[in-house]
């Protein structure tokens, strides 16, 4: 026979669980949510150009900026070379006119000795840092985006599944002590 658990030990175990559900559903929307509702995106810096700012592994969410409204000291996302996918996310340190008479920013990585050797044209540019996650973007870089959709579904699934266990067996412990009989009244 097992025995009950008192009320104390019941309440404790619901503030955990509870705990634990707040947290992950607030990092999914620090990670997914918030940035597909803002329009923004999430990167992974990769490297250590951005130290102590941004560590590698943490997770910058980048929302889009109309060029003119980039300033000093702003870190920004931009694309390595037009119209390709890598990109590089380094601190705004001036702005000049390149070759072509196109305004243009001059970047510099915060642990590097020197500015970047390319300037930065309008095109390149995929916006301003938002916010970051340190050590979130660890987790993002080990899965394809197919994978990341697998298991977010997974996660939400698996905390509404909890949920509602939580709920059921909330409302069952109400209705188990509404049916005992109250053992002070038979001591009268």
Known sequence: ???P???STSLIRQAVAWSVILCAVGL???CVVVPRLAGATPYTILTGSMRPTFPPGTLV???????DQI???????????SGRPDVVTHRVIGQTVDA???PALITQGDNNPSPDAKHVIEKQVKGTVWYS?????????LLSSAQRHLVLSAVVIGLLGYAAFMFIGAAR???????RPDHRQEAR
């Open 133 to 141: 996650a340190p050590h979130l973007g660890r987790v993002s870089s």
């Open 71 to 81: 300033d000093i000291g702003d870190a920004v996302t931009f694309q390595l070379k």
């Open 28 to 30: 999914l929307a620090v």
């Open 100 to 102: 072509n008479g196109r």
């Open 5 to 7: 658990m008192s009320r």
């Open 61 to 67: 969410v980048v929302k889009p900026t109309p060029f």
């Open 173 to 179: 412990d109400r209705t188990m002590s509404r049916r």
């Open 1 to 3: 026979m097992q025995k």
